[in-house]
């Protein structure tokens, strides 16, 4: 390997898939970071909300998709995805597709000359001529302010809950109307828990009534991200980005509305109490259980509270930033300005995945917007040598 690679930070199906796309191209390439971690830490008995169409890691031969996958074992495919199918494929993605992976985390990244200088956790220094971010969303969970005070004993996010057996017996309230916090809510329930869902708006189902027959190829592209109308503009980023900015952000709030898969519905509904319209006005400790007031006037007394309040990515939550990049990066409303090569302000520096959202849309949040970022990345960096 040369001695000043390409260096992508982040193995998640982003990083993975960029690693694919730049390994195919020749261009050497260094991984940094632990495969799948952000999936590896859900519960095990937890499904993929996107269709089995928009959940392959991708490569330009397109020989390492989930149907390749599903062929290998000689099994139909599994819909919804079980999570620990899904993580066998990464591990054989990773395996066939991408180079050596480096489980190591950055701790800084300056900007040296015409390259970058990336501080390892373990004290090493690494070169690179070119770096592309592909952190994830787990630098960016969203607390609530009425919960930011509380502690870990008594509320954590849907993203620090792995082992839901812990909460057998005990009541907890989960807050959120997206497809984590009901699925969470639902397998609490399951694993013996007295579950209450608290919303601040009304719980959302996806319903696809034109998702089967010859309708399907005309009304939803294989991306499957938002409702007939903008879906398939939101499937080409590319020609997204140059909408102004009001008319990506009305797509992107109605494509990421919080809603439920509508294989988990029945999970749910009738099933466990749900108060809709309903917001929290205040959350405190008392006498060791928590207690939530909600703005109805009634109170709850709870053992724990989960957060299923989603992400927002925003450039200045991603902590390997040295302030001096940091401030040599283009922004908008938190977010990197990229152009049509993921590439910020700071040349031979990349963002991929939901933290390049302001510029492609809200297809950078799933795994299905991997690809269009990989292959760009691989591009640019087979142009400049």
């Not at 792995?162 to 959120?176: A, N, P, Y």
């Not at 991200?225 to 140059?242: D, E, Q, T, Y």
């Amino acid at each position: 390997m040369k001695s000043n690679p390409t260096v992508v930070i982040g193995a998640g199906p982003y990083g993975l898939s960029v690693a694919a796309h730049l390994q195919a191209a020749g261009v050497p390439v260094q991984v940094l970071g632990k495969p799948l971690e952000f999936w590896k830490g859900m519960p095990q008995g937890m499904y993929l909300k996107s269709p089995w169409t928009a959940s392959s890691l991708s490569d330009p031969s397109k020989s390492r998709s989930l149907d390749r996958y599903c062929e290998t074992l000689e099994q139909p495919p599994q819909e919804p995805i079980p999570l620990p199918y899904f993580l066998d494929y990464g591990r054989w993605f990773a395996q066939h597709a991408v180079p050596p992976i480096d489980p190591t985390y950055v701790r800084g990244l300056t900007r040296e000359g015409d390259g970058y200088s990336l501080e390892l956790a373990d004290g090493r220094i690494m070169r690179a001529g070119r770096v592309v971010v592909a952190v994830g969303i787990s630098n960016f969970a969203h607390t609530p302010d009425f919960a930011r005070d509380l502690p870990v004993e008594y509320a954590s996010h849907t993203q620090a809950c792995q082992d839901l057996s812990s909460f057998k017996g005990k009541r907890v309230g989960v807050i959120g109307t997206g497809q984590s916090a009901l699925e969470w809510a639902a397998m609490l329930h399951e694993g013996g828990a007295d579950v209450e869902l608290i919303v601040r708006g009304p719980v959302h189902w996806v319903s696809r009534k034109l998702y089967s027959g010859p309708a399907k190829r005309i009304f939803y592209p294989p991306t499957d991200v938002g409702p007939p109308g903008i879906n398939w503009i939101i499937a080409f980023p590319l020609l997204l980005r140059w909408f102004p900015y009001r008319y990506r952000r009305s797509m992107h709030v109605r494509a990421v509305r919080p809603a439920g898969a509508k294989w988990l519905r029945p999970r749910v509904e009738g099933q466990l109490p749900i108060t809709d319209n309903t917001p929290v006005r205040n959350a405190r400790v008392r006498d060791d259980r928590l207690i939530l007031e909600l703005e109805d006037g009634t109170t709850r007394e709870l053992d724990h509270l989960i957060l299923g309040t989603g992400y927002r990515p925003n450039l200045d939550k991603i902590p390997f930033l040295h302030a001096s990049v940091r401030r040599a990066i283009a922004t908008s409303h938190g977010f990197p300005v990229l152009n049509k090569w993921f590439e910020s302000s700071l040349p031979g520096l990349h963002f991929v995945g939901g933290v390049a959202g302001y510029s492609f849309g809200p297809l950078c949040n799933f795994v299905a917007g991997a690809k269009v970022a990989a292959r760009q990345v691989a591009r640019r960096t087979r142009q400049a040598g």
